[in-house]
């Protein structure tokens, strides 16, 4: 029984690590990012946990985000994105959108988009998109998230979380 046990508990071990190995992800808090990106595209907005996020409203139609090529994606030819960020709202319902891109040359290859399906005016509410990748992306494939207000809707956006599998 106790040798049992003993492989039970090394298998857990060897599958959790391996099963890790096979993820990439990126996570994307405006306060983390500050040194490093244009201010221009994040807000001081000074809310709880949310001192500065990325924003769209009548002036800007898509907000800062994340942008990588395919081939820089380790591991190598994921199969999988799930993207997920927290939207506040300033009006609901509003047509704000969680935007997965990819691209090349400037010709879209792939594009993707989720809505708040139920949220609140004034909180954060979580919006995830989850996407199968197509099949043979050249490596020049840029892969971009972002928030697009399409009405020019203002909210705010932050910790933007991007898992490839």
């Not at 071990?13 to 890790?20: D, K, L, N």
């Not at 010709?107 to 995830?128: D, H, R």
Request: glycine residues 4%; neutral net charge; hydrophobic residues 40%.
């Amino acid at each position: 029984m106790k040798t049992l046990c003993i492989y039970l508990i090394l298998f857990t071990i060897i599958f959790s690590c391996t099963s890790e190995k096979s993820k990439s992800i990126y996570n994307g808090k405006m306060i983390e990012l500050i040194p490093w990106i244009n201010r221009e595209w994040v807000k001081e907005v000074n809310l709880p946990d949310h001192p500065y996020a990325a924003f769209v409203d009548s002036v800007h139609e898509f907000s800062y985000g994340f942008k990588v090529y395919y081939k820089d994606i380790q591991p190598a030819k994921p199969k999988k994105i799930e993207v997920s960020c927290l939207i506040y709202p300033y009006n609901m319902p509003n047509n704000v959108q969680l935007v997965l891109e990819m691209k090349e040359n400037d010709t879209n290859i792939f594009w993707k988009s989720e809505k708040i399906k139920t949220g609140k005016v004034g909180q954060w509410n979580e919006v995830t998109l989850t996407a199968d990748i197509p099949q043979n992306l050249p490596p020049n494939v840029l892969i971009q998230i972002y928030l697009w207000s399409p009405n020019r809707e203002s909210a705010l956006g932050d910790n933007f979380l991007i898992k490839f599998e």
